[in-house]
């Protein structure tokens, strides 16, 4: 097992983050141009990265009260297990700070995803301090 924690501080009101990060179904647009594509059914989330890869997701939880989105990849080959959350934390007027913390398994998987997640986090940061998300 690996965990990966990503954290960055991103120049908006986190409640206007944390609108854009619940809303589940437009993680596409919160995360582009590494996500290029997205869509939900129910609780399941597909998710299209900008090397073609396409994810099944399941949000397992979205906490208003913590400002916290959970979820798990499915069905990934080479992965036995995957468990993420994401969140948004209050860090002065007009600033917060967004925490991506992942665990999968087997741990070697870490090496191929984290980079995904930095620029991820790096993607949600740019799209909200200019309005594109």
Known sequence: MA?????????VDAQRAWQ???DVGRAHVLFAPVLVA???????RTVTFANGMVAQERILDIDDKQRRVAYAALNVPGMEY?????????????????VWITDVH????????????TQ??????????????
């Not at 965990?3 to 120049?11: D, G, H, P």
């Not at 995957?82 to 967004?98: I, K, N, T, W």
């Not at 991820?120 to 998300?133: F, I, M, P, S």
Request: charged share 20%; aromatic share 2%; proline share 5%.
């Open 106 to 117: 087997p741990a070697a998987v870490a090496d191929s995803i984290r980079p995904l997640i």
């Open 3 to 11: 965990s990966i924690t990503e954290q960055v501080s991103v120049a």
């Open 120 to 133: 991820g986090a790096q993607a949600l940061k740019k799209n909200l301090e200019t309005g594109a998300a």
């Open 82 to 98: 995957h468990h993420a959350s994401m969140q948004v934390v209050e860090d002065g007027p007009g600033r917060c700070h967004f």
């Open 20 to 22: 854009a990060l619940r």
């Open 38 to 44: 997205g869509s939900i059914a129910g609780e399941i």
